[in-house]
């Protein structure tokens, strides 16, 4: 088969595969797939299920509309949509062929589940200043959220809802958000944050236990004891979650411990230090969609997902509190796992291997193949480890990709990538964007600076050292990249990152004119700026950078790139969207307006209705149009 270079619509070919989880008989796997709309205007998704039997697959849904699904005993297999009249749940009947219409609720539902008899637990968002749809009323603070807009007045509740009587009881307080909840032998166990004042919000989250037989709602961990995340019942009277202590002096990237609690008494054992963020996947990639579960019970153990040196994968921690790594792969695994689930002696789990995309595996062996046809017919480079000592000797971990259709010998302009985060990695899976790159004749190299995360707690630890010891290490990895491939002109080398990767490009075109040309995305540029009016900006700046603006200003100032902005001459496009509340715009236009008035030639692609998240799942035609920007960018300035 003649092999085809990677276009900037191939994303829109791709099938994404999330949140696979067993039936309660361990028959059937059921998993979702969303896809890019034929208008290119949204995405779609739909139920499948896997067959143990006969090792097969089909597909459960045809509208393109299921926004969640459970499996429960009862009702067997079962799913919601949400419209803008409300949301209907239905069951999979006859087989898993067709779908009956259980209830409708008038309003948007986030999370359904069945509790014992008719009754479910459910959460939804309502907003308590019930503003008029011409203006909006600001009364706190946190104010907004990235990918909801301005939230203040919003909660998140947590109610039963009797099907039989129609009834909606409310559990959580008026002025506070639920958060995670689980279900078994009819106790419902919840997280709660009250909304006072923000104060009181950065303080985390509250365990609640309802008992459905009873009524009765009792909170069995008070707030701001441990900031929890992910929860799992371990023994008849026991939780098992994963949490900080003393937040607020922490990182929020903090790796997390694993706590037991007694939810009759309420007494909490610290059980285990991972020393690991649990329960949570992903590799850095723009070429997934969805999520599901990072944490499950199983016969010798809690299993969890974890970022592991370059990869994501699941671990164990066992009965006795000893956590073991990357249980299921071969050593040196960088692939990442998104999702999984057990059932008895079973595991499957959506993973991404070298150079792949998200399909399913069933104890190891691959069940699903949606995406092999279009990965095989695409020319790809395959990243290659590089391995290298920073400045003060401490080994780092990177990727080099050479140009699709390599000559040696002949000259390459190079690209440069930093990931967000900054707690979080790159590893060798599938990158559309890094893909586009090569095949448009680039070198793309990228690496885990410190602050990444997947090496404990003292590697992903640059509170107040933003700009430091990670720009040191970008710095001495883009040597090594520029020593070891020769075929790289020094000359047209750009440099480009998202997020905290906005930030690092700010910073760097600041700071050196080593590079021809940047592309600075969705970043952050001025920290006082971030503190105010990011949705994360009250929390993060206490917890990574050591201060605030109230306490110290200038030390603010140092740490922001727009400071040094007036330095730059690197030609640097700017994308930001207009409703990115977790990097907000201001720091963006800032950069470009200062740019301008330097005399450095910038440009600032502005998205209209889109957040954070416009590479990841933001509308397919701006998506295109984004990488189109970014590509042209890169070949006017280095080719």
Known sequence: MDRIPVTVEDFTEIKYLSDPRFSPDGKTIAYLVTQVRPDRSGYTCDLWVYDMASSSNRQVTTTGQVNGYFWDETHGLSFWRRSPEGTDLYQCADGLLGEKKMFSLPFSVNKIYPLSGERYALTMTTDTQKNPARYHVLEEVPYCSNGHGLTAGQRTGLYIYDEKTGNLQKLTEEHADAGDFVYRNGILLFQATPWENYRTYLYGHGLYTYQ??????????????????????????????????????????????????????????????????????????????????????????????????????????????????????????????????????????????????????????????????????????TPEPIKFMSRDGVELHGFCMKPTGYVPGKRYPGILHIHGGPKTIFGDVFHHEMQLWASNGFFVFYCNPRGSDGRGRAFADIRGRWGTVDYTDLMTFTDVILEKFPDIDPYRVGVCGGSYGGFMTNWIIGHTNRFAAACSQRSFANMINFEYLSDIGLSNIRSEHLCSAEENFSAMWEESPLKYAPNCSTPTLFIHSDQDFRCPLPDALSMFSCLKRAGCPARLCLFHGENHELSRSGRPDNRITRLEEILCWFKKSLQ
């Open 212 to 381: 459905v037989d009873s009524g009765e709602v009792r909170q069995i961990v008070r707030v701001g004891r441990i900031n929890s995340f992910a929860l799992c019942f371990w023994k008849e009277d026991e939780l098992l979650f994963s949490g900080i202590e003393d937040c607020l002096g922490k990182s929020m990237g903090q790796n997390s411990d694993f706590y037991t609690v007694n939810i009759h008494t309420g007494e909490i054992n610290r059980f285990s230090d991972a020393d690991m963020k649990i329960g949570y996947g992903g590799t850095g990639s723009d070429a997934k969609y969805g999520g599901g579960q990072g944490l499950c019970l199983g016969r010798d153990g809690v299993y969890f997902l974890a970022p592991v040196m370059d990869g994501t994968c699941i671990n164990r921690l066992r009965f006795d509190g000893k956590v073991e790594k990357n249980i299921t792969e071969a050593d040196g695994f960088a692939g990442s796992v998104e999702s999984f689930d057990l059932f008895e002696d079973h595991l499957v789990c959506g993973k991404m291997v070298s150079n792949g995309v998200v399909e399913l595996y069933l104890d190891g062996r691959q069940i699903t193949d949606f995406n092999g046809t279009y990965l095989q017919s695409r020319e790809l480079s």
